[in-house]
């Protein structure tokens, strides 16, 4: 049995988090202090806020997985961190406070790419997972197609060429006078609403194509919105959601197979924050079921951003040998390393 | 025993080891590398250089403010994350006490100034007699012309310090008691950050690593911006 305790920090986004993982699988904590309610009256995230929030939760957030996982500072073999894509200022915490405990412990430190790590919370949520899989993201600021190899060869094999899917859905919502995050929303509206009511586009679904464009179909359905406005006519919100939904995920869903079959992978994974919509989740397992391919979500928990996927990222990469030094520094632009 | 000593709250990068009164090592830097990539080296080659060991360590001080934003907090959190992992006193300095700091005797006012950006400083005048540095007032937030204005009423020298003096030397006409201090006052060290800290520490007085924040003194825009329209105390 595989002792090492990596302890995992994340702060790239609105989510203060740390987690503590024995060997690469097993979650001893993962503390996630969000900051939703803070950015709600903002209708997004605020980075200098987001910033501000972060270095007073950091420690306390440590010092709790730590608690939690029942292990001192001591017990730390290694520190884990995100060090991008996200906020700039955001990052820099996480990475000052990372890299000053690595070398105030005396311990290796493991920069983490935050998608990678989205990837890697599956091996938390099936510990049985092995690559090579393929794997699709999607959150907030990112959509894209992955090979996974093994556990330190990704293939990026598409992604998107303009808004990832999470940001179309915070902006329909935020039309429509949802409140933030307007991804769970428009998730919870579409369940009583028609999703064949309104024909929206579904751009860039050609197939042989692993490539993702939201803004034309984002467009469209702003352009619906207005023009029914315009109308004098009442919106139907539920419907308007659910038809919206269903674009998004029928692309999501066609090009992910048509990737899996081209790169011959008989499992499929999802990752990252819009994995937790229900509908997405439930049109995959459908039609990975129909197709006879393996597919599985890593839960909600482990969807958000969580430390306990930087720390299973980080453990992985450690093992591979690749360690960061001292000048560590955030790349808030970060993206797939092809 | 000894105080490691942290300054990233503006351009300059400075780490200092303060042994007992033997200030045993700095490290002070004014050049374009961002604290995130050079601040943990720099800590590692201070403390090389003053050959103290972790162990050593008995309190860690660091600069809290004014200054920018970002750069207090990458300060601040690796402050943080070493005095929780050594269990040691954190001890946050304000960071317009540092540069006052560099005058241990005068009867001038000193004036340290903090970019506060769009033609505004951080001001606080001190004065200093036989080492005991006190502040005359607070933390305010003022044009240039404004600070120059108010310089320039006063009755007795007033010595102006802070690396954002090279937005203001040659561009504003200064009134006859103004100085503007030399390059080597005008940044804030971290040997004044530890004896500042020093005096903390000897006064039994810390911060709490779980909370303590940087001395933003401003606001974030956002909020500014959403009670402006929002409207104030109206809820």
Redo the contacts between chains.
Sequence with gaps: MDEILTLGIESSCDETSAAVLQGGREVLSNVISTQIPVHQ??GGV?P??A??K???N???V??EALRKANVT?KDIDQVAVTYGPGL??AL??????????A????VPLIGVNHLEGHIFANFLADRELEPPFLALVVSGGHTALVDVADYDTFRLLGQTRDDAAGEAFDKIARVMGLPYPGGPEIDRLAKEGDPFAIDFPRALDKAGSSEFSFSGLKSAVLAYLNSEKMKGHEIHRANVAASFQRSVVEVLVHKAFDAAQQAGRKTLVLAGGVASNSNLEARLTEEAKARGIHFQYPGRILCTDNAAMIACRGYYQAKAGHLSD?????VPGLNFGV | MSILAIETATQVSSVAVLTGTKLASELTMQAKLTHSETLMAHVEQAMKMAAVKREEVEAVAVSIGPGSFTGLRIGLAAAKAMAYAWEVPLLGVPTLEVLAQHFWSTDACILPLIDAQKGNAYAQPFSARAGRLQPEGPIAVQSFGEILDWAGKEQRPVVLLGDVLRKIEGKFELPANVHLAPAHLRMPRAANVAVLGAARLAASESDNVMDLEPLYIRRSEAEVLWEKRHGEGKS
């Design positions: 009256k903002f605020v200098e806020i910033s501000r972060h270095i007073v950091i420690m306390p440590i010092d500072k700039v200022g820099l915490v996480g990475v000052s406070a990372a890299k000053s405990l070398f105030a412990l005396g001292a000048y560590l520094n955030a």
